[in-house]
Nanobody, 127 residues
Framework: EVQLVESGGGLVQAGKYLTLSCAVSGFTFDDYAIGWFRQAPGKEREGVSCISKKDGTTYYADSVKGRFTISSDNAKNTVYLTMNSLKPEDTAVYYC????????????????????WGQGTQVTVAS
């Protein structure tokens, strides 16, 4: 059974940092891209960042580039999203997702390419 479990969300002051974790199981980590998405109240879900172990690449949305870092611990089958210099507009429910990866990681900010999703974790940034 494929499972993705997010953790690490919470309430944080603007300018601070937070690290989210996504523990994955039930599939071969190497063959999948793992993406982080977020959905703010009243807005559509948007891609934040993604990572591929197959070709060792990462990709970021312009809104978080330079502030967020995606990484993985392959031994733990866990993907992290370290979020620095948080802003109130980063407030959202954050989801991780897995999609079979072929090539071209820049396409994988699209949620359409993902088959499996976690339950989400709330991040609230207070001004």
């Amino acid at each position: 059974e494929v499972q993705l479990v997010e953790s690490g969300g919470g309430l944080v002051q603007a300018g601070k940092y937070l690290t989210l974790s996504c523990a994955v199981s039930g599939f071969t980590f190497d063959d999948y891209a793992i993406g982080w998405f977020r959905q703010a109240p009243g807005k559509e879900r948007e891609g934040v960042s993604c990572i591929s172990k197959k070709d060792g690449t990462t990709y970021y949305a312009d809104s978080v580039k330079g502030r967020f870092t995606i990484s993985s611990d392959n031994a733990k089958n866990t993907v992290y999203l370290t979020m620095n210099s948080l802003k109130p507009e980063d407030t959202a429910v954050y989801y991780c997702a897995a999609g079979e990866y072929y090539s071209g990681l820049y396409y994988y900010l699209s949620q359409d390419l993902y088959d499996y999703w976690g339950q989400g974790t709330q991040v609230t940034v207070a001004s």
